[in-house]
């Protein structure tokens, strides 16, 4: 069960957006998945369809007393829709921050890590919208998670916290030796301006590895999504959003998968059945199929133009090479055969393209 904290205490950087819009690309992929609303705004839960003020039970009542003598958290749980559930919050929390920091209250940064050790269903990820403060309930969420995520404004103004931020974690980690994965996703980029583009740069240049190679877009279709309160994935799979997200979600599956694979020998031979492989002069897609006349290659990378910036090599047995200089990113792509359009029959990576279609997804690290 990967538990994932998303937080930052400059709002408006679409934190809970990406919490909602995650969860519900997560959960598309058919992967169960618990949101914990710990802000007592609780746009989280409403974000997911629930009512706060229809709810009997929420967080509160599971954090408020120690030692698990309050409600279970199973208890409040409300499911949102198909393999997506919430732990609801309300404005009620605010009261919890008080009374946890009240002399003498035990226990009172373990209390969620406790709670979600208890869970009777055990999630494939529990997601966790921390409030835009650090206090004691981000600290909580904190404690419970073995990752984070810092949703970051494509401003130069947005950076000037985070850095501070990395310091509140890394203390908790130097205190309580619990350490944590920190990744930063780029959020509200619009391409159309030289402002965003360089402070897209400068965050790239500032902390490298820690940032996501998914960049999300301004989208219309994410606003409206946390009106209706569904996530983007239910709403839209043809915008913006949906695939940017979809793009994070996969992202984020294929670093575990990275995680776990064993190293591999550094003389190694790349494994002939990849599906791109990183080649002197840029990544090889490779298709094979004696039985078809012609091969193109298409993507986000060449404007959807077939073979447009393609290097095509011709192999034995009815075998295609594709090659295309990419950096580290994550690209959409089909194959045009014959006159038609089709995903990669070797890659099991794919989201619905924005014009229709199904698109393979490729990530590059």
Partial sequence: MRCIAVMNQKGGCGKTTSVVSLAGCLAAEGHSVLVIDMDPQAHATLGLGVDPEEVDENLYEVLSEPDGAGAKLDEVITNASQNLDVAPSGVILSALEQKLGAEGARGRTERLAAAIAKLEKRYDFVLIDCPPNVGILTFNALRAAQEVIIPLETSYYSMHGVGKLLETIGLLEDRIGHSLKIRILPTLFDGRTRFAKRALAEIRETYKDLVFDTVIRSNVRLREAAQRGIPIAKLDRRSYGFVDYMSLALEVLYDREEEQQPAKPAAAKPDPIELASAAAKGVVFTFKNPNVNEVQLAGDFNNWIPDQGVETRLGPNG?????????????????????????????PRRVEGPAGGVNSVLIIS
């Fill in 319 to 347: 075998t295609w090479e594709k090659v295309v200089r990419l950096g580290p990113g994550v690209y959409q792509y089909r194959y045009f055969v014959d006159g038609e359009w089709q995903p990669d029959p070797s890659n």
